[in-house]
């Protein structure tokens, strides 16, 4: 399939200036207590892609409904690609965003593997900045309180052929977002599924695509029938090898100090979290491996003390310890208060993101 997309001219995000604003108390209310995805700012992206006019129509209008075809292919073939990052407002009241530019290109893997066209890098940034700069006043102040940016994409071409769309919109949305932890953080119990899998070898399951998670949802919801918080999946083949929840990643910490994550196997989703935990972790001075990992060696390993503490990333919850793992016939506990390495890890992690630490590895972009 041609797209070529390479050679479109820059796209210039065009802001309406007759946006209505929420007014100053009302924001100030919502930005009190946000809760997550709840509330949304004044603006929002859109920006529409053909075969013959590439990507046009870019521009920065108030939030609100859009108007779609019943027939758009989205609504019956799932042809959808979606982000999630966050903007931090420092000290200074500036506001920046994290590795933007790692979301920006799973975005355009994710198009692929979804027969998407992709959204070029510098478009992906020019609409955050586009965005956040309009609505910058929606970025919220103290603790661990964001601004949650959603970038999606999907077919909105109204024919219900089997094909990849012809005509296709990218969108972007942001939401006000409170700690995820709202009184502390607390360890999560986790339901190790074996009657469902994420995703299989050849599927989509290391694209961020709405249908992933679609299809987590009965597993999730088989996790809070069993008094757990999330679910874990196994492999698809020889459900032995633990591979993740159903949107974060996982490590385990050992007794010597090393963290262990699963290996990108084609069926994990590469987490911009997990990937900046490997390199923080080996500076913080542990041994980071990446290898599988299976389901009895988490288990006999909490039961004999070889494996201290696990926990889960992603940049929804950051850093989550996971206290609990429960099957079909029995549990072994990790421990009811987040372990050493957990919180070292989290609390280095967080305060690059809001300014506190430095920023060796220049992850942070401004964005207002
Ligand atoms: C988004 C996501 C993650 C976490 O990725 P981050 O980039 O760290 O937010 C992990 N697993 C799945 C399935 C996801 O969709």
């Given at each position: ?91 200074d009241g500036s506001v920046w965003s994290f590795r933007p530019e790692a979301n920006a290109a799973r975005f355009a893997r994710s198009a692929r593997r979804l027969a998407l066209p992709e959204l ?249």
């Amino acid at each position: 399939m041609e797209r070529a997309l390479d050679e479109a001219p820059a796209l210039e995000f065009v802001v309406d200036p007759d946006v209505v604003r929420r007014s100053d108390d009302e924001r100030t209310q919502i930005l009190g207590a946000p809760g997550f995805g709840k509330h949304f700012t004044d603006h929002m992206v859109t920006a529409t892609w053909t075969p013959d006019g590439g990507w046009h129509d870019a521009r920065v209008r108030a939030f609100g409904p859009i108007t779609l075809s019943p027939a758009a292919a989205v609504l019956h073939y799932a042809q959808e690609v979606f982000e999630g990052l966050k903007a931090y407002r420092h000290e200074d009241g500036s506001v920046w965003s994290f590795r933007p530019e790692a979301n920006a290109a799973r975005f355009a893997r994710s198009a692929r593997r979804l027969a998407l066209p992709e959204l070029p890098e510098a478009a992906f940034l020019a609409s955050l900045e586009a965005l956040v700069g309009a609505d910058a006043d929606w970025v919220p102040t103290g603790g661990e309180a964001s601004l949650y940016l959603r970038p999606f994409m999907f077919a909105s071409e109204s024919f219900l052929g089997v094909r990849p769309a012809h005509e296709v919109t990218y969108c972007l949305i942001a939401s006000p977002a409170g700690s995820y932890f709202a009184g502390g953080v607390t360890p999560v119990s986790i339901w190790l599924t074996t009657d469902y899998t994420r995703a299989a070898p050849g599927g989509t399951g290391e694209a961020k695509c709405g249908g992933n998670y679609a299809a987590s949802l009965a597993a999730q919801q088989e996790a809070i029938g069993h008094g757990c918080d999330q679910v874990c999946f196994l492999d698809a083949t020889e459900h032995r090898w633990v591979e993740e929840l159903g949107g974060m990643n996982l490590y385990f910490v050992h007794a010597d100090g090393t963290l262990v994550t699963p290996s990108l196997t084609g069926t994990i989703l590469e987490g911009v979290t997990r990937s900046s935990i490997l390199t923080l972790a080996g500076e913080l001075g542990h041994r980071v491996e990446e290898r599988r990992v299976s389901v009895d060696e988490w288990r006999d390993g909490v039961a004999g003390g070889e494996i201290t503490e696990v926990f889960a990333c992603g940049t929804a919850a950051v850093v989550t310890p996971l206290g609990r793992l429960a099957w079909d016939g029995g549990e072994v506990v990790m421990g009811t208060e987040p372990g050493p390495v957990t919180t070292q890890v989290r609390e280095r992690l967080l305060g690059i993101q809001y300014g506190r630490e430095a920023d060796t590895h220049g992850w942070l972009r401004r964005l207002a």
